[in-house]
């Protein structure tokens, strides 16, 4: 039996608009997503801000009640059983709110041991050992709002944590923390499912997805556009090249035409400073480089270079082919 | 591990633990403090002036138990009704609901929490009251004195059970916080005595824990109304917003799930 099954969850949101004559809107969030997890299992769920994932992740977590479609999380409608779906699971999402600031970190951890039902007895080993497992030993009797975003995202992990839940979900948990900091997190996160925990991580970092994920779901407007393991994902596209110009100033209207060539399977534009790299994905064995460049016409080049193309780029593919149709 | 299976000890415990954090969380908040003290301090000393002016004998104490109660309101209704606002701003309203403990029982806690430390209120204005008012700080019962002043914090808090309830629904809720300090000042007699007011004023107060909370305190105090039938009725009330704001608090936390109003985006 899968540990977290979602089956054709829709969430459509209804927004409000104008003070004397208001308009409703309907927004889809989430447009028949079905997944999987297995016992065990680290899965993924990739997607650019806006594509569904957040809310994905509340519907599974019980926060917000779909709008058509069903979910379990270890045989517990997300529904009907929302108290013994919240027993076994753990939630922990980015950035620096969440938190009561203005008491220690140990005061929030064991405030919310309380809440989820950590035993008296059982609160200060499991305290204890958290706070090691996420480096904040000897920080935790400073207040929270002197905290650093990292040392925030550390509590949250560890709050989550804190009934030893058998299901982990972790709403891109990495986010704006530094890279030194973030690796550190991608290891705890990596040991979780060591224990024997399954974790269903949500982030719009491909490297992340690459490095933790056994499994990964693509989600892009609201529907899940690709699913599998990275290598499947990466195998995809594993017949592309991928060309990477460094450009000044390239507009628009100049993409539109690289797209506009028939060899072009996809392209992308990264803001590096004050230069743009463009990267163009075409079938392997092409020599399209001077085609590219000579549609870049009238903007200055710098380097110019090919290579085999990465899990960033079978994403890239997946969702510019998305937006697209 | 998993959490444990919620018993009676267990949901005692957590509405202990709550109470609790809620005074040391707001304890902490400076504004929370200040306003807490101050506001009553300065009505206290308009309402002396007042008092003073009617030359009544033993009203100024009546005054500064209005006024130390009007404090204890003020703290129930921004700490409990601003209380889910607050957490939905500072992103705790979601971690709270995905916990396995009923929410109800935090709130219930939380509520308590927020008129206890009104308590702050009632006690700077009976010593600003002695200080510099002469007011004799003896009361007739100090038995029922004692004994109305914990049962009148209890229906507060469970009156803020009620408030927060409501709130869970409505991002905007704080405004509608604000509307709700004065008139219940009013009706509830802590400012003048309801009997000032147009006579459809006070059945209005009956259903409200400060009115008896007033009466059993004041009857304490200074006699007149009997305090053991305001505890009472306090003690009643108490039960009925503890059953009431349950009620709310589930169904319109379900609503809030619905209509994704949990959190600020």
């Known amino acids: 039996m899968a540990v977290i099954e979602a089956h054709d969850l829709r969430r459509t949101y209804r927004s409000v608009t104008g003070t004397f004559r208001r308009k409703t809107s309907d927004v889809e969030a989430v447009r028949g997503v079905s997944f999987e997890v297995d016992k ?5 769920l990739l997607g650019p801000n806006g594509a569904g994932k957040t809310t994905t992740i509340k519907m599974l977590i019980t926060l917000l009640i779909p709008t058509s479609g069903s979910a379990k999380v270890l045989g517990h409608d997300v529904v009907k059983e929302a108290r013994a779906v919240r027993r076994q699971i753990g939630y922990v999402f980015g950035g620096d709110r969440g938190l009561y600031e203005r008491v220690s970190a140990l005061d929030n951890l064991k405030y919310f041991s309380e809440l989820y039902g950590v035993g008296p007895r059982e609160q200060k080993q499991r305290i204890g050992y958290l706070l090691e497992l996420v480096g904040l030993n000897g920080r935790e009797k400073e207040r929270v709002e002197g905290y650093s975003r990292g040392m925030r995202q550390r509590l949250h992990i560890a709050r989550g944590l804190l009934h030893d839940p058998p299901v982990v979900f972790l709403d891109e948990p990495t986010i704006g923390v530094d890279p030194v900091g973030a690796r550190e997190l991608r290891a ?16 719009h970092y491909m490297f992340e997805a690459d490095a933790l994920c056994d499994r990964i779901a693509v989600i892009s407007n609201g529907e899940i556009i690709a699913q599998g393991t990275p290598s499947d994902l990466k195998s995809a596209i594993a017949a592309r090249t991928v060309v990477e110009i460094e450009a000044y100033g390239v507009d628009e209207a100049r993409l539109d035409k690289l797209r506009g060539l028939d060899e072009v399977a996809s392209v992308s534009v990264e803001e590096r400073g004050q230069a743009q790299v463009i990267l163009v994905q075409s079938a392997k064995g092409l020599q399209l480089t001077q085609a590219i460049v000579g549609h870049l016409d009238g903007i200055r080049v710098g380097r110019v270079s090919a290579r085999e ?3 960033e ?6 969702i510019t082919d998305d937006d697209g149709s | 591990m998993a959490a444990d299976r919620l018993t009676f000890r267990r949901a005692v415990r957590l509405v202990r633990v709550d109470w609790v954090f809620t005074m040391k969380e707001l304890s902490h908040s400076s504004f929370f403090i200040l306003v807490g003290a101050l506001q009553p301090v300065i009505f206290a000393s ?9 030359q009544r004998p033993g009203t100024l104490l009546y005054a500064a138990l209005g006024a130390g109660l009007m404090g204890i309101w003020s703290s129930t209704l921004f700490g409990s009704g601003g209380m ?11 971690p709270l609901l995905v916990a396995p403990r009923p929410y109800v029982l935090t709130v219930t806690g939380a509520g308590l929490g927020t008129s206890t430390v009104g308590l702050y209120s009632l006690s700077a204005t009976l010593i600003w009251g002695w200080l510099f008012f002469d007011i004799p700080l003896e009361v007739e019962s100090p038995l029922l004195f004692a004994l109305s002043i914990p049962v009148t914090v209890l229906g507060l808090g469970l009156l803020g059970l009620v408030l927060a309830s409501t709130f869970v629904l409505y991002r ?4 509608l916080s604000n509307l709700l300090e004065y008139p219940i000042w009013l009706i509830t007699g802590l400012l003048v005595p309801v009997s000032l007011l147009p006579g459809w004023v006070e059945p209005l107060g009956w259903i409200l824990a400060p009115t008896w ?4 305190i004041r009857g304490a105090a200074l006699g007149g109304d009997d305090p053991v039938f305001a505890i009472a009725m306090s003690l009643v009330l108490s039960v009925v917003y503890l059953f009431i704001g349950a009620h709310f608090l589930r169904y319109f936390e379900r609503l809030a799930r619905e209509r994704a109003t949990l959190a600020l985006a």
């Not at chain 2, 905007?172 to 405004?175: D, G």
């Open chain 1, 40 to 44: 065990g299992e680290l899965f993924g």
């Open chain 1, 188 to 203: 705890t996160i990596s040991a979780l499912t060591e224990q024997g925990k399954t974790v269903l991580l949500t982030t």
């Open chain 1, 309 to 311: 193309p990465t899990l």
């Open chain 1, 313 to 318: 780029d079978a994403y890239v593919a997946l």
């Open chain 2, 46 to 54: 308009i309402a002396f002036f007042m008092f003073r002016a009617g």
């Open chain 2, 84 to 94: 889910i606002q607050w957490e939905r701003f500072q992103g705790t309203l979601e």
């Open chain 2, 172 to 175: 905007h809720a704080n405004a």
């Open chain 2, 213 to 216: 909370g007033m009466r059993a």
